[in-house]
């Protein structure tokens, strides 16, 4: 009878790496969370981040990704345990979600508070610099989204003015409020208001491919034509 020999630390090493790649692999919020967090510390770098906004930056993403790898692990768990509907297990699940939820809202709160002040700056320059821009310059990018979304529209022959297709008609109309909504709101506030309006925008241009009804390419030239329609509307009434 052969015993089984104990896990050295680089098996212990390596299993972990194991369950990391997995949940990397099979789960999409995992690779969400991952492309966050490498979008947040690239920024980290850009704007210069002292070293304690950094530790706080770092603890967020960390604290992200390690609940959803504890949610992926209980869902896995309780699948196995259970093979048919248990009001304990959905309410065992449910509670792992909203640990996760806690955990991302807490990381987008500490975010805002590192960059609002340093991004807010320059994005009101940035703002500046496009409200001042020539007005036929939008028109003419406007003029070429309007025709690759016709000509793209022709050639696919998919989805109904109401449903589906090319572009997507809920994503030209959320990307035009966050523009809307940033020309619109006061000097003081204009970074908070831009961001929960784009952070909106993003959400229902999420809905849209989730619900099945557009695909990326639809929502993200849908999202291209409201914004361009809106900031050329600005420009020309200003």
Do not use: C
Request: charged residues 15%.
């Amino acid at each position: 009878m052969t015993t089984r020999r104990s896990p050295t630390i680089f098996d212990s090493f390596n299993y972990a790496f194991e369950g990391l790649i997995h949940v990397l692999r099979t789960q999409r919020n995992m690779r969400v969370h991952f492309l966050a967090a490498v979008v947040v510390l690239v920024l980290a770098l850009v704007v210069g981040v002292s070293k304690i906004e950094l530790i706080a930056l770092l603890i967020s993403i960390v604290f992200v990704l390690v609940t959803e790898m504890i949610n992926t692990a209980i869902e896995g768990a309780i699948d196995v345990a259970t093979s048919s509907f248990d009001p304990m297990a959905k309410l065992a699940k449910d509670i792992a979600a909203g640990a996760v939820l806690l955990s991302t809202i807490n990381a987008v709160v500490v975010g805002y508070l590192v960059f609002s002040g340093k991004v807010a700056d320059r994005s009101a320059r940035l703002l500046d610099r496009v409200r001042d821009a020539p007005a036929e310059l939008t028109i003419v990018a406007l003029a070429i989204t309007v025709i690759a979304v016709i000509s793209l529209k022709a050639w696919t022959g998919s989805g109904t003015p109401l449903r589906g297709g090319l572009p997507s008609g809920h994503a030209a109309l959320a990307f035009g409020g966050w523009i809307a909504a940033t020309y619109v709101a006061g000097q003081e506030h204009r970074f908070l208001v831009s961001t929960i309006a784009f952070v909106m925008a993003l959400l229902v241009a999420q809905t849209r491919v989730e619900s099945g009804v557009h695909s990326g390419s639809e929502v993200l030239f849908g999202g291209l034509l409201g914004t361009l329609t809106t900031l050329a509307l600005f420009q020309l009434a200003g």
